[in-house]
Nanobody, 114 residues
Framework: VQLAESGGGLVQPGGSLKLSCVASGDIFALYGVGWYRENPGNPRQLVARMLNHGGTSYATSVKGRFSISRDNAKSTVYLQMNSLKLEDTAVYYC?????????WGQGTQVTVSS
């Protein structure tokens, strides 16, 4: 599976961004998907994930602000980010997983700054 993220950028605190991740190379609907983020000095951390049957979970820090969704017909997973905070600044990575195999995109930078 190949993954390609888009939608990152610079946004002011309180603003919104929507990240997209397009998958290719296999049947997308069979995979669990997720978004992770990483910034210098900190390990990559889970932001949100969705199982192939639709169950979701979120990091405590983003609950109520971020929403993960998927469109299997378009082989795309989304991350809607609202009420962005300075501490949300990071490189965001898309993940697809199945039977213990993990696949990653190249990452997209999100910068929250006034």
């Amino acid at each position: 599976v190949q993954l390609a993220e888009s939608g990152g950028g610079l946004v002011q605190p309180g603003g919104s961004l929507k990240l997209s991740c397009v998958a290719s190379g296999d049947i997308f609907a069979l995979y669990g998907v997720g978004w992770y983020r990483e910034n210098p000095g900190n390990p990559r951390q889970l932001v949100a994930r969705m199982l192939n049957h639709g169950g979701t979970s979120y990091a405590t820090s983003v609950k109520g602000r971020f929403s993960i969704s998927r469109d299997n017909a378009k082989s795309t997973v989304y991350l809607q980010m609202n009420s962005l905070k300075l501490e949300d600044t990071a490189v965001y990575y898309c993940n697809a997983n199945r039977y213990g195999s993990e696949y990653w995109g190249q990452g997209t930078q999100v910068t929250v700054s006034s």
